[in-house]
């Protein structure tokens, strides 16, 4: 087991992922230092730092000090190869040698760009002097839940309903970076990250529906205009609109299936179900009713 007292800096500290990260870091008494771009986001943390992953200087300045990092960049960025590269250089800089990376399931896929500028970071990395290792994870469940419209009783996916994918629960995923970062043994690997139930959306329909209840139905919805939609919601620009679009047309080709073996193996136990994250992102009781009605976290 790893035993530092110098901080694990996380870059992209401030989003979805990178939060509860830092917290479960923390939980465990483990230093961290949590690298933001914004200075609004530096309060929400014990330790932060302000860098742009556009400026090897401040990065460097940023994480000196730190035993290593991990490299969460911002979704579907076109500079994400950049981002990466400044990052690598300022680990050399400041003498850090260990160094692990937030991919993506199934990388190398020339459809899905931002998936495939992963895949060149990977490489990136594998050809950089670090001791790396590379996290793979698929869809998370909490992308899922985000097709539900519970005021329509409906499940509605932009991509066909009997496509095929291994969602990971953030948790499990949190839990897991945090193993690697906290252990020994997980030099020069790349993990494929996915979660133990092999659901298409009429499955994920069929639980949502036993834990929730009501007559949630499942319906495809045109991939375009949801797109546009979700791209609103999200700030994205035109071509960032066209990357969710490309990557929801390769779901409704291919969907995203994984293999659970390696979560496990990293977690050290069996991963969580897709029921259970309802129960808790939903807060229903054990019955499977609201704990607080209309409320999620």
């Not at 329509?152 to 953030?170: C, H, K, V, Y």
């Not at 066209?242 to 390696?262: I, K, Q, R, W």
Request: proline share 6%; net charge neutral; glycine share 8%.
């Amino acid at each position: 087991m790893v035993d530092h007292m110098e901080p694990i800096a996380i870059l992209g500290a401030g989003g979805g992922t990178g939060r509860p990260l830092v917290a479960e870091l923390e939980r465990r008494g483990v230093p961290v230092r949590a690298i933001v771009r914004r200075r609004e986001q530096a309060g929400a943390f014990k330790n932060a730092r302000i860098a742009d992953l556009q400026n090897v200087d401040q990065l460097v300045e940023a994480v000196a000090g730190s035993r290593a990092i991990h490299l969460i960049p911002p979704v579907f960025n076109d500079k994400e190869g950049l981002f990466a590269a400044n990052a690598i250089s300022a680990a050399q800089k400041a003498g850090i040698a260990r160094f692990t990376y937030h991919s993506v399931l199934h990388a190398p896929t020339p459809a899905m760009p931002h998936h495939l500028r992963k895949s060149q970071v990977e490489l990136m990395l594998r050809e950089s002097p670090l001791i790396w290792t590379i996290l793979q994870p698929a869809m998370y469940v909490q992308t899922c839940f985000t097709f539900l419209d519970q005021s329509a009783e409906a499940f509605t996916p932009p991509f066909r309903l009997d496509s095929l994918f291994n969602p990971i629960d953030l948790p499990d995923l949190t839990e897991a970076a945090a193993n690697i970062l906290t252990s020994d043994g997980h030099e020069f690997a790349t993990y494929e990250l996915a979660g133990a139930e092999r659901l298409t959306p009429i499955d994920m329909t069929q639980i949502l529906r036993t834990r929730i209840g009501g007559d949630i139905v499942a319906r495809q919805v045109p991939a375009e205009a949801f797109a546009r939609s979700r791209a609103k919601q999200r700030g994205f620009d035109v071509r960032q609109t066209e990357e969710l679009l490309a990557m929801y047309s390769h779901y409704d080709g291919f969907g995203l299936p994984g293999n659970c073996n390696v979560l496990e193996m990293v977690l050290g136990r069996k991963a969580g179900r897709f029921a259970a994250a309802i129960t808790r992102e939903f807060k229903l009781d054990n019955a499977g009713k609201a704990a607080t009605a209309g409320e999620r976290v």
